[in-house]
Nanobody, 121 residues
Framework: VQLQASGGGEVRAGDSLRLSCAASGRTFSSNDMGWFRQAPGKEREFVAAISWGGGSTRYADSVKGRFTISRDNAKNTVYLQMNSLKREDTAVYYC???????????????WGQGTQVTVSS
């Protein structure tokens, strides 16, 4: 599985962005998907995950109520809708694929290249 994340950019606090992660490979529809982020000088952290069928989602407490993860298996794409962005959401965002619906990066086998999100006040 190859993953290509896109949609990042520079926005102001309170704005919205939608990240996309396009996957190639036959197993996407059976993969659980996750979004993670890494801010400068910090460790990578979990943001959101969605099960292979889209029926289950989970979120980090810091984004709950503001971010929404979704997927379109017909398009081999997973999305992260980010609303009410805050400065502390500034990071490189990575999508990941695997076979474990998990908030641990160690459970994911494939990673995209990352897309930068910068939120200014």
């Amino acid at each position: 599985v190859q993953l290509q994340a896109s949609g990042g950019g520079e926005v102001r606090a309170g704005d919205s962005l939608r990240l996309s992660c396009a996957a190639s490979g036959r197993t996407f529809s059976s993969n659980d998907m996750g979004w993670f982020r890494q801010a400068p000088g910090k460790e990578r952290e979990f943001v959101a995950a969605i099960s292979w069928g889209g029926g289950s989602t989970r979120y980090a407490d810091s984004v709950k109520g503001r971010f929404t993860i979704s997927r379109d298996n017909a398009k081999n794409t997973v999305y992260l809708q980010m609303n009410s962005l805050k400065r502390e959401d500034t990071a490189v965002y990575y999508c990941a694929a695997g076979w474990a619906f998990s908030d641990s990066g160690k459970q994911y086998d494939y990673w995209g290249q990352g897309t930068q999100v910068t939120v200014s006040s």
